[in-house]
């Protein structure tokens, strides 16, 4: 199946507008999960069709994880996975999902965790950022595979015997950067991060999406999502499903959900990595819509955008995940805030780290709308 690359415009940008229709609520406050702990890009356990698992007491969750500290940026360079259940009375949490010194990194950034047939394996795809032991904070990134056996009984839930980690891919420099220091601080480096997997029902091919970001760019602002087709533990590298290219530099957490027979290809980002001298859209969740896997893709609501935070607080929340049932996950970023914060005192105040209020999406073909 060839790949039709949707190129991201200026033009698709500018037309967003002041994006009236898509703004979420404010979030009035949210309390910490975990005490001392920050807690960001949460996601479910699901099977291979996308839906999440239900498990007695309500679905697992991964989340990365960092003590809290002085500069809430600082929690990027000491992630960890974290194993969680979301429950309906409140959160569970079991502790870090893989063992100490496991990872080749020098930290875990986020994935994905799909539960298999046998109700038993769990495979985690997952971003190991850095190498470790290294001095100083280095931003390679490796999408990685491992398996382990999960377990839940009255002391709750535990995954073991975790498979030595594999390279998905490596970037080529022909479809993907392979360096990826960029400016060196948040919202200028390069990615290859994120994975994400997606069988195609007809052919039963499995997928991988990833952040990425183009070789060869006149712009510092050269996002991409990429895909690679894995077969027998082995990816090969595929021409991007999306081109940001001159328009911006980071198209986080890329995922898929299939909807009314057609694919939903969902990312956020922020406004401070569209590029200068360009449209900027807001913080917030960007999508397309495919009656393909591999495309071609046409931008929902003419424009991408599917919701945003709200005008007053622009940066409330981020990482947005949109589940199998239109429900929509993101964390609780620097809340209340209007402007971005002037110093690293009120920025730790205004971080809540711990997951946001729950949005609901209706879609209907090209369009979709939050549910209030």
């Not at 001095?135 to 709750?156: H, N």
């Not at 006149?218 to 991409?224: D, V």
């Not at 940066?315 to 964390?331: H, I, K, M, N, R």
């Amino acid at each position: 199946m060839k790949i039709e690359t949707f190129c991201w415009t200026p033009a698709h940008v500018a037309a967003i507008g002041d994006a009236a229709g898509a703004r979420v609520p404010p979030i009035a406050a949210c309390d910490p999960v975990l005490p001392g702990i920050d807690l960001w890009d949460h996601w479910p356990v699901i099977d291979r069709d996308g839906r999440t698992v239900q498990f007695d007491g309500g679905p697992l969750v991964i989340a990365l994880s960092a003590p809290v500290l002085p500069d809430p940026d600082a929690r990027h360079a000491v992630a960890r996975l974290r194993l969680m259940q979301k429950g309906e009375h409140g959160w569970r949490d079991f502790g870090h999902l893989l063992p100490d010194g496991f990872d080749p990194g020098s930290r875990e950034w986020a994935g994905t965790a799909v539960l298999e047939a046998d109700g038993r394996t769990l495979s985690l795809y997952y971003t190991s950022a850095g190498v470790r032991g290294e001095s100083e904070p280095s931003f390679l990134q490796r999408l990685l595979l491992t398996r382990g056996t999960l377990t839940i009984d009255d002391d709750g839930a535990r995954v073991e015997d975790w498979s030595m980690p594999i390279d998905l891919a490596t970037p080529d420099d022909e479809f993907y950067q392979a360096d990826m220091a960029g400016g060196g601080i948040v919202g200028t480096i390069k990615a290859f991060r994120d994975p994400f997997p997606v069988v195609d029902g007809d052919s039963g091919t499995e997928y991988v999406l990833f952040a990425a970001s183009k070789p060869g760019s006149s712009s510092k602002w050269n996002g991409l999502i990429g895909v690679a087709r894995l077969a027998e533990g082995k990816c090969t590298l595929l021409p991007p499903l999306v081109d940001a290219d001159g328009v911006n530099n980071e198209l986080e957490r890329p995922h898929i959900v299939r909807h009314a027979g057609r694919f939903y290809l969902f990312w956020s980002t922020q406004a401070k990595v569209f590029a200068e001298g360009t449209p900027k859209g807001p913080n917030g969740l960007y999508g397309l819509v495919s009656d393909h896997l591999l495309g071609p893709w046409r931008p929902l609501n003419a424009t991408g955008l599917v919701l945003a935070n709200p005008m007053e607080a622009p940066f409330q929340a981020y990482s947005w995940l949109v589940l199998d049932d239109l429900t929509v996950w993101s964390f609780a970023d620097l809340v209340g805030l209007a402007e971005a914060p002037r110093d690293l005192a009120e920025a730790r105040r205004a971080f809540a780290g711990t997951p946001a209020p729950v949005i609901q999406l209706a879609i209907e073909g090209d369009v979709s709308r939050i549910v209030a």
